[in-house]
Each structure stands twice: as structure tokens, then as C-alpha cells.
């Protein structure tokens, strides 16, 4: 029965998908299949991952009374409500990339962006602005640049970059366009460094600061040293060699051939979760689900302990990885 009900669990996430490209609500989708739900025995609902879709999903969850575990940011209007979120999510990276900044008296930084970026990537640049301005932090340079002439945006961005006065830089975009724009930097004789580092004299150094899609063994592979001692926050811990993590991993990489990234994993863990509940705990019901997950119990998963507090968020935080020349170190 539990296949039945993880299966139609993955339909209802794919039909938000469908929902989304074709702009129909998410409220008529979930409304449309709400009685083959019922019949199915379905007691909860993973996603969406949508921003867009959350709010209308919650409702939907809330009137159906159907818990929803969502992939997104979603608002709980009221105690006991029927929702739940369980993401990846951009203040927590920022917040502590931020925290790390204060502790290590980085007190002048920079950011760089691309002109065009994912809502993820804006509400982490915004988070990390918020952030430095509360903990007394200045941002003496903001760069925005395109990526169809990457070379040429960021020799004209490294350029402007070069003569302000800082002591990290965020490049809140992948790892590799970020890696063209350390380059460029360099050649400017500004080169990164490591947490706690004392590097020789003679030339300038910065600490990079990144977001979680620089968690890309590709990355290392290709050889990012412009981004030395480089820091980013995580959701994977696969360099903490966490049982659980490993074995996720291990799985994902053999049946797809690639490495998991954030969503799939918190996708994997929320099922996770439910399946614990249901099988090994023996809740049969939509409400004792709800109050289950409200009352703190709890899985080992990918992304480490996964519980989800009164107010149904989850209980976790980023892993703070630094890039080394041996790979992703924890710090």
C-alpha cells in the first residue's frame, strides 16, 4: 500500500509541474484529482517546488485537509494547520555565510551578480544584504554583469572590482562563471584565501563567498583554484561521511549518473520521513500524520536529521564548506 501511496505522491508533485508550464492553478490540479486521492488512501502530499505554486497548494492542502509537505516557502496561517515546508533555503545560506563574515571581522564586502538569475539566487543576495547591514557590515561594491560575453563582463567587472577597497566577495552564480570572474580578478593581482589563512606578502587577498550550487564535484574537477579558500553553504553533507547521506548518494548517482543535487535530495527525505511514519510508526490516518509530524518525530535523512517543529518549519541548517585543493573541506 505504501507504493500506491508514494506513487500517487509523485504524480500529484509531476501534475503541479504540468500545472505550472501550462499556468493552471495549482488549486484546480489538486481540486481535479482530489477524489482518485481519496480512493488511493493517500495520506500526504510531497511538493511543490515551485514558489509560485506553495501558496495555492497550502490552501488546497488546508481545504482538502491533506498534510503537504512543501518543497517551497509556504506561510502557516494558523497552529495545527495542514502544511509544511521542508526546502533548501537561500536566508539560512546567507545567514550563515553572514555570521562567518562577523566572526572573522570581514567588515568591507563586495557582491556580483548576473543580470538575469533564478528568484532562489535573488532572495539569497537580498538575505545577504539584509544581513550584513544588521550585523554592521558594509557593502562597498554591488556588480551586476550578462553572461552572453562572459569573458568580456567580467574583465570590465574584475576592473571595477579591483579598485574598491574589500575584504570578501560574494558572486552569488555558478561556480564556473564565478571561476572566470576570480580569473580575471587575478590578473589584477587579487586572489582568494582561505579562513584563518595567513597568505604571504606582496599581493592583495579576499575570502569568495558563494552559494550551494558551487557543491559541484565537476567543478573541482575542472580545477577552480582562482576560488581557493572559497566558502559556500551546503545541504548535501556528504563530506561529513554521514551514513544516510552516502547511501542517498550512492543510489542517486547509479540510477541517474549524476550527483543529486538540493531538491532531490530534500524531495527523498521528506518521503523518507512520511514512509517512517507510516510503516515503522503504523500512523493510518491524515490527521495523525499531521500531528506526527508537528510533534517533532524524526529520520536520519540526506540532509541530516529531518524533523519539523510546531510551527512547521524544519529544524536544520547549511553545512559551511570550503573549496581546497583536495576538495570541499567542513569548516
Known amino acids: ?56 497548494a497550502t490552501r488546497e492542502a488546508s481545504t482538502r485537509r491533506i498534510p503537504l509537505i512543501s518543497l517551497a516557502p509556504v506561510a502557516r496561517r494558523e497552529a495545527r494547520d495542514w502544511s509544511f515546508a521542508f526546502y533548501p533555503d537561500p536566508a539560512q545560506e546567507a545567514a550563515s555565510l553572514i555570521a562567518l563574515a562577523h566572526a572573522e571581522g570581514l567588515w568591507e564586502l563586495a557582491l556580483a551578480m548576473p543580470s538575469r538569475t533564478s528568484d532562489y539566487l535573488e532572495q539569497f543576495v537580498e538575505a545577504f544584504e539584509e544581513g550584513a547591514d544588521r ?3 558594509r557593502i562597498v561594491a554591488r556588480e551586476v554583469y550578462g553572461v552572453d560575453d562572459l569573458q568580456a563582463e567580467a574583465d570590465r567587472v574584475a576592473g571595477r572590482l579591483a579598485g574598491q577597497s574589500f575584504n570578501g566577495l560574494l558572486i552569488a552564480d555558478t561556480p564556473q562563471n564565478a571561476s572566470t570572474i576570480a580569473a580575471y580578478l587575478a590578473v589584477r593581482d587579487v586572489w582568494g584565501r582561505g579562513i584563518g589563512e595567513s597568505p604571504p606578502e606582496g599581493r592583495r587577498y579576499i575570502v569568495y563567498f558563494g552559494n550551494s550550487s558551487w557543491h559541484d564535484p565537476e567543478f573541482l574537477r575542472a580545477g577552480p583554484s582562482y576560488l581557493a579558500g572559497g566558502v559556500f553553504a551546503a545541504w548535501l553533507p556528504v563530506e561529513l561521511e554521514v551514513e544516510a547521506t552516502g547511501r542517498f548518494v550512492e543510489r542517486f548517482e547509479a540510477i541517474f549518473g549524476r550527483r543529486p543535487g538540493p531538491l532531490g535530495a530534500f524531495a527523498h527525505d521528506a518521503l523518507s520521513l512520511l514512509r517512517h511514519l507510516v510503516i515503522e510508526s503504523g500512523v493510518a490516518s491524515r490527521t495523525g500524520l499531521r500531528n506526527a509530524l508537528e510533534s517533532g518525530d524524526s529520520v536520519d535523512g540526506a540532509t541530516g536529521t529531518v524533523r519539523f517543529g510546531a510551527d512547521g518549519e524544519t529544524q536544520g541548517s547549511p553545512l559551511l564548506l570550503q573549496i581546497r585543493a583536495g576538495g570541499f573541506q567542513p569548516l
Not at 507504493?3 to 501534475?15: C, N, T
Not at 482530489?34 to 505554486?53: C, N, T, Y
Open 1 to 56: 500500500m505504501i507504493e500506491r501511496k508514494v506513487a500517487s505522491a509523485r504524480r500529484v508533485v509531476g501534475a503541479t509541474q504540468v500545472g505550472a508550464g501550462a499556468m493552471t492553478s495549482v488549486i484546480g490540479v489538486l481540486s481535479g484529482i482530489s477524489s482518485e486521492l481519496d480512493e488511493l488512501g493517500v495520506l500526504a502530499i510531497v511538493g511543490p517546488f515551485q514558489l509560485e505554486l506553495a501558496e495555492g
Open 135 to 137: 550585523e554592521g557590515l
